[in-house]
């Protein structure tokens, strides 16, 4: 048989196979790159605990990938009024899932913190979540309430995580 093959050269060969799989991953990043569409969304809201502004919840505005890891795409902690304001924008093939994710401490056992995560509907995408409320009546507004993100309300599929 080594008589057949002669001084044939493998690793020639197992180079120009390795050569050409790299120029068709760059081309297909490439491709893909060129598909992408550059999506973006703000949030902004009020966090509450037990009918009070919370101060230094922390904030992630995040999205849903199915293949890789989530994206965190932006991050602050709630202002001592417990205001908080995120914008981000991602290349993306397809429509991005954005979702808010907020850390606490509201009526979380000592020593740990909550996790609630609030999906985003697709319509908001390119423009403003606001996650408060308005309390409407006929033809006017009365005054506005914050009950959106209110912390001391468990969510479905909420995590704790403890030190």
């Not at 044939?8 to 196979?17: H, V």
């Not at 060129?34 to 902004?44: G, H, R, Y």
């Not at 981000?88 to 020593?111: L, Q």
């Amino acid at each position: 048989m080594r008589k057949i093959l002669g001084d044939f050269n493998y690793l020639a060969i197992l180079q120009k196979m390795n050569g050409f799989i790299v120029f068709c991953v760059l081309a297909l990043s490439l491709v893909a790159s060129s598909l992408a569409e550059k999506q973006n969304i703000t949030i902004k809201g009020i966090a509450l605990c037990n009918k009070r502004t919370m101060a230094n919840a922390h904030v992630e505005l995040m999205e849903k990938d199915t293949i890789d890891p989530n994206d965190l795409l932006a991050e602050i902690h709630t202002n001592k009024e417990g205001e908080f304001q995120l914008f981000a924008e991602e290349d993306e093939i397809g429509t991005i899932e954005p979702y808010v994710r907020i850390t606490h401490g509201c009526n979380a056992k000592p020593g740990c913190s909550r996790i609630a995560e609030f999906k985003i509907d697709p319509s908001y995408i390119g423009k403003t979540y606001d996650m408060t409320l308005l309390e409407k009546f006929p033809y006017i507004f009365i005054q506005k309430i914050n009950f959106s993100v209110t912390l001391d309300i468990y969510q479905t599929g909420e995590t704790e995580e403890c030190n």
